[in-house]
């Protein structure tokens, strides 16, 4: 119930292109949904984060997509760039509880 | 305002040994949160403090783990006669009330010999 599941772990992208990882949850009393990047020896960035009462959040070239019927959401990154090379988290949690993470995806933006 | 602080970055200690890792939330953050990370894995949650409090422990192994958050100073997670599995990078996480939105720090990579 309070799993949150990533897909894909590993992803390549070539530059330009618009990578989607896809997350889906159990617990319908989570609340918050936020995306975190993490470079190599670095901890999670907060990247974007969005509530189930909207459907989708855009912030630069960052947009949650957001379902929920499905109990799904999913990260697009438009015009990706080497840059976003990274580990990406997708969580959820419920208030100031402890957030549940998705086991993660590794992206890899070809020049 | 400065992020969430760690220390040290890197910790390195023999088997049975005490490893203490310090957290300073951000500023005007009450809450603050640990969380440990394998390598090729994702986060997992161990505690929930606020000052003077522990909210949820969950996720804490039942023995030789500790976290403290003081009225006064950085929350301190200790580990009490350290075994190789205990390698991982530690990741301190605080919020402001009232919570959700967490932000980490740079963390703590605990090294096991």
Known sequence: ?111 | NAGVMQNPRHLVRRRGQEARLRCSPMKGHSHVYWYRQLPEEGLKFMVYLQKENIIDESGMPKERFSAEFPKEGPSILRIQQVVRGDSAAYFCASSPPPGTTQYFGPGTRLLVL
């Open chain 1, 1 to 111: 119930q309070q799993q949150v599941k990533q897909s894909p772990q590993s992803l390549i992208v070539q530059k330009g292109g618009i990578p989607i990882i896809n997350c889906a949850y159990e617990n319908t009393a989570f609340d918050y949904f936020p995306w975190y990047q993490q470079f190599p020896g670095k901890g999670p960035a907060l990247l974007i984060a969005i509530r189930p009462d909207v459907s989708e959040k855009k912030e630069g070239r960052f947009t949650i997509s957001f379902n929920k019927s499905a109990k799904q959401f999913s990260l697009h990154i438009m015009d990706s760039q080497p840059g976003d090379s990274a580990t990406y988290f997708c969580a959820a949690n419920q208030g100031a509880q402890k957030l549940v993470f998705g086991q993660g995806t590794r992206l890899t933006i070809n020049p």
